[in-house]
C-alpha cells in the first residue's frame, strides 16, 4: 500500500489535549497582545492620573476577560486552569520589552514591578472570570443535574420488596 492510500494516522489523546491547550494559550496571547496595540494603551508606562482613562480600564479587565473566554473556547473543559498564562505571558513580554528594547518614553516612567505585579494580577483574574465563564458558557460545566444524567452508574433509586 502506498503512502496516500493508508489512512492516516490518528494523534493519541494526550498529545492532541496537549497541541490544543498550546494553541488555544497562542491564540489568546495573540488576542491579548494586538488587543493592547488596537487601543494604545501601555499598562507598563506611567504617564500620570490621565494613565487611568476609560481605554485603560477596557485593557485590564475586557481584554482579559475575552482572551480567558477564547481559552476556555478552544480548549474545553480546563480551559479555566490555562486561562492564567496568556496575560502573565503577554504582560512579562510587554514589560520585558519597554524596559530592555525600546525604552520609556519621554514624560513618563516605567511602572515599579510592585504596582506592575498588582496589574498583572488584576488581568490575570479578569481572565480567569472569563475561563470560568467560557465554560459555563460552551460546556455547561456548572450547574445541576439529575444523577443520572451526569454518572452512568446504577444508582437509580430501586423499589424495595416487602
Not at 504617564?47 to 476556555?72: C, H, K, N, Q, R
Not at 514624560?107 to 488584576?122: Q, R, S, T
Request: charged share 15%.
Amino acid at each position: 500500500m502506498s503512502a496516500a492510500t493508508q489512512p492516516p494516522q490518528s494523534v493519541p489523546k494526550k498529545e492532541s489535549r496537549f497541541m490544543l491547550g498550546a494553541a488555544a494559550i497562542m491564540m489568546a496571547c495573540a488576542f491579548n497582545h494586538f488587543g493592547d496595540r488596537l487601543l494604545g494603551v501601555r499598562i507598563e508606562i506611567f504617564t500620570g492620573i490621565e494613565y487611568f482613562s476609560p481605554l485603560w480600564v477596557l485593557d485590564v479587565f475586557v481584554i482579559p476577560f475575552l482572551a480567558g473566554m477564547l481559552v476556555s473556547v478552544i480548549y474545553g473543559f480546563g480551559g479555566k486552569w490555562l486561562c492564567y498564562f496568556p496575560p502573565m505571558i503577554v504582560r512579562a513580554i510587554s514589560y520585558f520589552e519597554i524596559a530592555q528594547i525600546s525604552g520609556v518614553p519621554h514624560g513618563a516612567a516605567l511602572m515599579p514591578l510592585g504596582w506592575w505585579g498588582f496589574f498583572v494580577i488584576l488581568v490575570v483574574e479578569a481572565a480567569v472570570i472569563g475561563g470560568v465563564l467560557g465554560e459555563v458558557v460552551i460546556k455547561r460545566t456548572y450547574g445541576r443535574r439529575d444523577r443520572h444524567l451526569v454518572y452512568k452508574d446504577s444508582a437509580q433509586p430501586t423499589e424495595k420488596k416487602l
